[in-house]
């Protein structure tokens, strides 16, 4: 139990070693800053510098998709939420945002990009897009 909220504590995933989560307005500017926590996270996950750079593009484009579509809108009051989880043999990136882009055609675009997995889906007026990348070395940076 949590004490401080008076319900359960949240269940973690057997094997995650680490999660950021953060909530950004829907603003252009700050597209910057999900490349730099992800290409944390996929050092910190052991992955080669290059595949760093891959996999942060690529959360960076599909977070640039759904920016584009949530402001083109008119709904600059929503906001995007990125969650990057790191496990013992990959890492995945979600990104989730209230932006009317078709889950299709983001699907479309990042499929192919240097993730093995990439899921996309709409539900109850949201999009999310996760990516999943393996990690084929050992977690040499885990403890940073």
């Known amino acids: 139990m949590n004490p401080e909220s008076g319900g359960m504590a949240p269940v973690v995933p057997p094997g995650r070693t680490s999660r950021v989560e953060c909530t950004f307005d829907n603003d252009p500017r700050l597209i910057a800053s999900i490349g730099a926590i992800i290409s944390h996270a996929a050092k910190r996950a052991g992955l080669p510098e290059k595949t760093q750079e891959h996999v942060a593009s690529a959360a960076v484009e599909a977070s640039r998709e759904m920016l584009i579509s949530a402001n083109g809108k008119g709904s600059g009051a929503s906001n995007t939420k990125i969650l990057v989880e790191e496990f013992p043999d990959r890492v995945e990136v979600t990104i ?45 940076g885990s403890t940073t």
């Not at 499929?111 to 007026?125: K, N």
């Not at 949201?126 to 393996?134: D, H, I």
């Open 96 to 140: 989730e945002s209230s932006a009317a882009a078709k889950p299709e055609g983001i699907l479309k675009r990042l499929e192919g990009t240097v993730t093995e997995r990439v899921r996309c889906d709409g539900r109850e007026g949201r999009v999310r897009v996760t990516l999943a990348k393996s990690c084929s070395t050992a977690k040499s």
